[in-house]
């Protein structure tokens, strides 16, 4: 029971940690924005909306971006998506699995959680630096599915000696 609590704490400081980043900081790099706003003669709106764009298709958007808060939002998402996971996968193990007086494994949930918060993060950073399509995230889930069956026989090989 106390690591179902320890996890739902990592799910809140998480979501609290990114609604402070954001409240807090800026996230754009606005000196880098208005120097470029100004060199290509940005005046309107539409023109702006349209060079983001372009530099989001170019793959050039994170110039604009402040390093620091977004490493911080990549922490905090990383640390939501730990206590989210092994949430749910303590509380289904509990639930459907063990027995009353048996304690979940919250090794196996921590480690599931681990990975998706990994693979959730490269996603974000592969989406940010528009590197991202269909095929890509088939094959980053694909291998995390075949690392997790790779580790999830070799702990089972382990523990039956």
Do not use: C
């Not at 754009?28 to 120097?35: F, L």
């Not at 050039?60 to 749910?88: A, C, D, E, R």
């Not at 196996?108 to 592969?126: E, H, K, N, P, Y």
């Amino acid at each position: 029971m106390k690591v179902i609590i320890i996890s739902l704490a990592l799910l809140i400081a998480g979501l609290l940690v990114s609604i402070l980043i954001l409240e807090n900081t800026e996230i754009i790099n606005w000196s880098a924005v208005e120097t470029d706003a100004v060199f290509i003669d940005l005046a309107s709106q539409s023109k702006f909306t349209n060079s983001l764009e372009l530099a989001y298709i170019s793959g050039l958007l994170p110039m604009y971006l402040n390093t620091g808060p977004w490493l911080g939002i990549l922490i905090s998402i990383f640390i939501f998506i730990l206590g989210l996971v092994s949430f749910i996968h303590l509380l289904i193990d509990k639930l459907f699995y063990k027995k009353f007086y048996e304690e979940p494994n919250w090794r196996l949930a921590f480690r599931r959680s681990i990975m998706v918060g990994i693979l959730t993060i490269v996603i974000l950073i592969l989406a940010i630096f528009n590197f991202i399509n269909f095929a890509i995230i088939i094959l980053l889930i694909l291998g995390f599915i075949l690392l997790e069956l790779f580790l999830y026989s070799i702990i089972q090989k382990n523990e039956g000696k």
